[in-house]
């Protein structure tokens, strides 16, 4: 598509289930970021693909936190065991990777509510 | 550790009038510095960026300045219009692609 797509745009949940939050990045991207919002703070650095390269994992905030990218496109990130503090937009981002001039591309992003 | 950093969360300005929000930050590896703009509701949009081997980049209304010294960049609106008024995001990166985010500054233009 045009754009970098982010679904459910919301997701209620309660407390201990597991979610799964997709992102279909812009074609042809080969970077794909995920990030977070949480109320009244900034963005978050979570997980980032480039490639085929290993993943750098080491902005997730915790192990029920994981991240798988298909094919080198569609990623799904999934949260496990939901906690309250876990509420935020989880916003996906796609870039071309073009060194020295990385300019991401953002989705509308998925707003998740633990209750 | 807050590598990037926006001290002032809001700004009030009139319409027609310069706007100017400031970003800090510590890491020296940095070397190519963005801004973001955000409405609520939607996803950050690319607004203008800067590398380091320059210390200004213009683009219509909007100017980024960079300081290295001072490890200081800002951004000019001038002049502000109320559909500027939004969340802007300043972004570093170093030598890998992942952008390190500031808190925001919201901005509000008033008639």
């Known amino acids: 598509g045009a754009g970098v797509s982010q679904s459910p745009s919301n997701k209620v949940t309660e407390k201990g289930k597991d979610v799964e939050l997709r992102c279909d990045p812009i074609?042809?991207?080969?970077?794909l970021y995920w990030y977070r919002q949480s109320l009244g703070q900034g963005l978050e650095f979570l997980i980032y693909f480039q490639g085929n390269s290993a993943p750098d994992k080491s902005g997730l905030p915790s192990d029920r936190f994981s991240a798988e990218r298909t094919g080198g496109s569609v990623s799904t990130l999934t949260i496990q065991r939901t906690q309250q503090e876990d509420s935020a937009v989880y916003l996906c981002?796609?870039?071309?990777?073009?060194?020295?001039?990385?300019?991401?591309?953002f989705g509308a992003g998925s707003r998740l509510t633990v209750l | 550790d807050q590598q990037v950093k926006q001290n002032s969360p809001s700004l009030s300005v009139q319409e027609g009038r310069i706007s100017i929000l400031n970003c800090d930050y510590t890491?020296?590896?940095?070397?190519?510095f963005l801004w973001y703009k955000k409405y609520p509701a939607e996803g950050p949009t690319f607004l203008i960026s800067?590398?380091?081997?320059?210390d200004k980049n213009e683009d219509g209304r909007f100017t980024v300045f960079l300081n290295k010294s001072a490890k200081h960049l800002s951004l000019h609106i001038v002049p502000s219009q109320p559909g500027d008024s939004a969340v802007y995001f300043c972004?570093?990166?170093?030598?890998?692609?992942?952008?390190?985010f500031g808190t925001g500054t919201r901005l509000q233009v008033f008639p």
């Open positions: 074609s042809g991207h080969t970077a």
């Open positions: 890491n020296s590896m940095f070397d190519y």
């Open positions: 981002a796609s870039s071309s990777g073009q060194p020295g001039a990385n300019v991401l591309t």
């Open positions: 972004a570093a990166s170093g030598n890998t692609d992942k952008l390190i």
């Open positions: 800067i590398s380091s081997i320059k």
